[in-house]
């Protein structure tokens, strides 16, 4: 059973950050590119930012230079440092494999003003 389990959001003021961590069980998850999408408030899925089995990452442009992804295969983790947090970041964060395949219920992040 393939299972990826979100953890880190929460409340944060803006210049604010978060850390949202990801863990994936029943996969092999070395060998997947991953990554973090997000639902706005009545908007459709975004998909932030991906990580390729080489460690390569790349960013949607309103999150670039701000968030910062990382995994680490020896704990099927998946990171997302998030820094300089913005109201337009709130939204519902998914871990999730590349193609949406996999994923996972998802965390709010919720960023005030």
């Known amino acids: 059973q393939v299972q990826l389990v979100e953890s880190g959001g929460g409340v944060v003021q803006s210049g604010g950050s978060l850390r949202l961590s990801c863990e994936i069980s029943?996969?092999?998850?070395?060998?997947?590119?991953m990554g973090w999408a997000r639902q706005l408030p009545g908007k459709g899925l975004e998909w932030v930012s991906s990580i390729y089995t080489s460690g390569n990452t790349t960013y949607t442009d309103s999150v670039q230079g701000r968030f910062t992804l990382s995994r680490d295969n020896a704990r099927n983790t998946l990171f997302l440092q998030m820094n300089n947090l913005r109201v337009e970041d709130t939204a519902v964060y998914y871990c999730a494999t590349r193609g949406l395949r996999y994923w996972g219920q998802g965390t709010q992040v919720t960023v005030s003003s």
């Open positions: 029943g996969i092999a998850f070395s060998t997947y590119s």
